[in-house]
């Protein structure tokens, strides 16, 4: 079952009862309105996942709806239109619209469209979850709160030992030399002076490294810096 809420607005009885029925059966709440203003309170009130939106509403039509909802809502908005509405269809695309169907349209079509665009959204919202939150074995860094775990456990680090870690982190695999990390962490060159830095990725390994004679995470390349081993 989907559980996602959909919102359908047509004026069209027969089509409301052939849409839900079908998006019923794929597990979706579906929520009906015939006109555009009962269509805003709707989306105001239960924030569906995605709306349905008829083009030629009586009073103010499929257009005015999606310029209105796009004013305070992201919602994926698909339109149901007839051939002759093209130039309307231009618009709403130019307006907010994400995509349309032409009228008559078979019914397993439409909810094809409709899956695909939701499935995109959780993507989109999964994508951006994990880039707030990095994640390797026995370490979780989070960008929101700017804290680290370390096997499950808060590791007290400070603001630059953060950051420093950050850098490494979001580059596995990559050398990062001394005056790259001082500069991206500091802000300015080192000018030569990079025992500040030596300082601090010492703290960051105590804080973070079972052992950190021999660390798993923060990686010295000899001469050069150091790298971040994400295994």
Same mark, same amino acid.
């Given at each position: 079952? #989907?559980?996602?809420?959909?919102?359908?607005?047509? +004026?069209?009885?027969?089509?409301?009862?052939?849409?839900?029925?079908?998006?019923?059966?794929?597990? =979706?709440?579906?929520?009906?309105?015939?006109?555009?203003?009962?269509?805003?309170?709707? /989306?105001?009130?239960? !924030?569906? +996942?995605?709306?349905?939106? $008829?083009?030629?509403?009586?009073?103010? $039509?499929?257009?005015?709806?999606? !310029?209105?909802?796009?004013?305070? =809502?992201?919602?994926?908005?698909?339109?149901?239109?007839?051939?002759?509405?093209?130039?309307?269809?231009?618009?709403?695309?130019?307006?907010?619209? +994400? $995509? =349309?169907?032409? &009228?008559?349209?078979?019914?397993?079509?439409?909810? *094809?469209?409709?899956?695909?665009?939701? !499935?995109?959204?959780?993507?989109?919202?999964?994508? %951006?979850?994990? #880039?707030?939150?990095?994640?390797?074995?026995?370490?979780?860094? +989070?960008?929101?709160? !700017?804290? /680290? &775990?370390? $096997?499950?456990?808060?590791?007290?680090?400070?603001? %630059?030992?953060?950051?420093? @870690?950050?850098?490494?982190?979001? *580059?596995?695999?990559? /050398?990062?030399?001394?005056?790259?990390?001082? %500069?991206?962490?500091?802000?300015?060159?080192?000018?030569?002076?990079?025992?500040? @830095?030596?300082?601090?990725?010492?703290?960051?390994? %105590?804080?973070?490294?079972?052992?950190? *004679?021999?660390?798993?995470?923060?990686?010295?390349?000899?001469?050069?810096? =150091?790298?971040?081993?994400?295994?």
């Amino acid at each position: 079952m #989907s559980g996602e809420t959909i919102l359908l607005v047509d +004026d069209e009885a027969e089509i409301i009862e052939l849409i839900s029925l079908y998006l019923k059966k794929e597990g =979706y709440e579906v929520l009906c309105s015939s006109n555009g203003a009962e269509a805003l309170e709707m /989306v105001a009130e239960h !924030r569906p +996942d995605l709306v349905i939106l $008829d083009i030629s509403l009586p009073g103010m $039509d499929g257009i005015e709806v999606c !310029r209105q909802l796009r004013k305070s =809502y992201s919602t994926p908005i698909l339109f149901l239109s007839c051939k002759s509405e093209d130039m309307d269809i231009i618009l709403g695309f130019s307006i907010g619209g +994400d $995509d =349309y169907i032409t &009228k008559p349209f078979s019914p397993g079509q439409l909810v *094809a469209r409709v899956k695909a665009h939701l !499935r995109r959204i959780q993507l989109l919202e999964q994508h %951006k979850e994990e #880039s707030q939150h990095l994640h390797f074995p026995g370490l979780e860094v +989070d960008l929101i709160s !700017r804290s /680290v &775990k370390v $096997d499950g456990q808060l590791a007290p680090l400070s603001s %630059k030992e953060f950051d420093l @870690l950050l850098h490494l982190a979001k *580059a596995p695999g990559k /050398v990062l030399s001394l005056e790259q990390l001082y %500069k991206m962490t500091w802000g300015v060159d080192s000018n030569g002076d990079t025992r500040t @830095l030596l300082v601090h990725i010492s703290n960051l390994r %105590k804080k973070i490294e079972t052992n950190p *004679a021999e660390p798993r995470y923060v990686h010295t390349v000899r001469g050069i810096g =150091y790298k971040f081993n994400a295994n």
